[in-house]
């Protein structure tokens, strides 16, 4: 099959590191794979590294940017068209909001253009949803209208957990017949692998970070939404209970600076560790290298983290958003209501205070994820979906 994906920035973010898989994969398999994508701005990093020697075409558009922006919007819908055009795909695969809704767009204008009435067969797999109960109601109607309409030019929607398909019906989008689920690949071995205690003590080393101490790391973009600030509450209640503790942020971000004063307000800089980016390469050390994930972001289709921490036999806490429960439950972590400052506090100490409880939820989570987010699952499926759509 020929076959085009279209994404938004490639930065160190989920949505990308399963784009880039897929069409890993699927280049693997024999198809014709173009991945189409914008640039990395921001501070996020980027996964420039990992196209440079793939299987697969890359082609940048300059205007195919995550910001709302309507002139430079539609230059970037008529380029994108025009490459569309050249390229004659079969299938045109979109991810993210704002590739989606140009992409689809481009794809849906071109229907019959190949000679096919039928083709290109478009589909969009949805990350996270751009609408949700963190921002106003006023703008939830707006994303809602627009996906609504973007969904007649879709032949089919993947999402990475059952819950983004039971949002998107709950708010009109699409028919239950056009969704799949196919949760976001990891490349297991990186994760599964064990470390030599040398390694790990030398990453602690570099940080500052003694061998006894208990480490709450959260791996995630030091942005709005991402809950740092329910961590760092958190913090306060527990600081003083634990002397031989450290919560370990690994990440950056707009709001890296906002977050250091907060720590720095309520005197617990000597508890918190900044590592800034790290590359995706250094991540599973990270983790093997911890004893807790705590993730709170508000808004996930379902984090990656999370059974990234499973794969290295790390329990995770974690808010219950998105398609968490999916992965996280009473034999893997903790799951807790999205803001509960009080049970997030609970559930982290409980953890701290017992290591063979850690121990315990850690193998359990590696066994419950090990199968169902490995690369050649998630790409079984996706390809069945071409498939079906091209018969």
């Known amino acids: 099959m020929k076959i085009v994906h279209i994404i938004t920035r490639l930065i160190l973010g989920g949505a990308q590191e399963n784009t880039l898989i897929t069409c890993l994969q699927l280049a693997r398999r024999g198809h014709d794979v173009t991945l189409i994508t914008g640039p990395a701005i921001g501070p996020e990093g980027d996964l420039y590294e990992k196209i440079r020697k793939a299987p697969f075409k890359t082609i940048m558009l300059d205007e195919l940017i995550r910001p709302i922006r309507p002139i430079n919007d539609t230059i970037g819908y008529f380029k994108l068209k025009k490459v569309l055009k050249n390229l004659k795909p079969d299938i045109i695969h979109t991810h993210s909001a704002k590739a989606g809704i140009l992409g689809r767009y481009a794809g849906d204008a071109l229907l ?23 921002q106003s109601q006023l703008l939830n109607k707006f994303y809602i209208s627009i996906e609504k309409a973007a969904a007649k030019r879709t032949d089919a929607f993947i999402c990475v957990a059952d819950q983004m398909t039971t949002d998107a019906l709950e708010a009109g989008i699409g028919r239950p017949e056009q969704f799949t689920t196919a949760y976001s690949a990891i490349e297991l071995n990186d994760y599964i ?16 970070i003694n061998e006894q101490a208990t480490v709450l790391v959260t791996i995630a973009r030091l942005s709005p939404l991402k809950g740092h600030e329910y961590i760092i509450e958190s913090a306060k209640k527990l600081a003083p209970k634990f002397e031989n503790c450290i919560w370990l942020f690994i990440g950056d971000g707009a709001l890296t600076d906002q977050i250091k004063d907060m720590i720095k307000l309520n005197s617990l800089r000597y508890k918190f560790i900044f590592t800034g980016l790290l590359k995706p390469s250094q991540i599973p050390l990270a983790l093997h290298a911890s004893d807790i994930l705590v993730h ?19 329990p995770a806490v974690s808010f219950d958003v998105g398609g968490a429960a999916e992965v996280v439950n009473e034999n893997t972590g903790r799951l807790v209501k999205a803001g509960d400052i009080d049970t997030l506090t609970n559930a982290c100490e ?12 850690g193998q359990a989570g590696k066994e419950s994820v090990i199968k169902k987010f490995a690369p050649e699952t998630m790409v079984d499926t996706i390809e069945s979906v071409y498939k079906k759509l091209l018969t």
């Open 350 to 361: 409980e953890l701290m205070t017992n290591e063979q409880l850690r121990l315990q939820l």
């Open 193 to 208: 692998r064990p470390y030599s205690q040398q390694e790990i003590s030398d990453f602690r080393r570099k940080y500052g």
């Open 112 to 134: 019959g253009k190949f000679g096919n009435k039928q083709l290109p067969a478009i589909v969009h797999t949805i990350h996270g949803h751009s609408f949700g109960p963190y």
């Open 296 to 314: 709170t972001s508000m808004r996930e289709g379902l984090a990656r983290v999370l059974p990234q921490a499973m794969l290295a036999g790390v």
